[in-house]
Nanobody
């Protein structure tokens, strides 16, 4: 059974930072693509960042470039999202996801993710 266990959300003032973590069942955290998505109230879920666990290639949605960093700890099967300079428009439920099947190196897609975490709320006040 695939498990993606998220932690690290919370409330912060604008300009602050948070780090999200996602521990993934070992078989589904290797040789694949992983990603963070977010869903703001009343809006669709959108991708925030992707990471290829083969070569650590990353891509970011334009609004978070330079502020967010996606990374992995392969030994711990853990995906991270470091979020700095948070703004009220970053308020959303954040989800981690894994494709769950083998991918090769290079940039990962912003869709085609099979397994999802339950989400963690991030609230940024002005």
């Amino acid at each position: 059974q695939v498990q993606l266990l998220q932690s690290g959300g919370g409330s912060v003032q604008a300009g602050g930072g948070l780090r999200l973590s996602c521990v993934v069942s070992s078989n589904f955290a290797r040789n694949t693509c992983m990603a963070w998505f977010r869903k703001a109230s009343g809006k669709e879920r959108v991708y925030v960042a992707t990471l290829n666990t083969n070569d650590a290639a990353t891509r970011y949605e334009d609004s978070v470039k330079g502020r967010f960093t996606i990374s992995q700890d392969r030994a711990k099967n853990t995906l991270y999202l470091q979020m700095n300079d948070l703004q009220p428009e970053d308020t959303a439920v954040y989800y981690c996801a894994t494709m769950g099947y083998r991918a090769y190196g290079g940039l990962c897609p912003s869709n085609a993710y099979t397994y999802w975490g339950r989400g963690t709320q991030v609230t940024v006040s002005s």
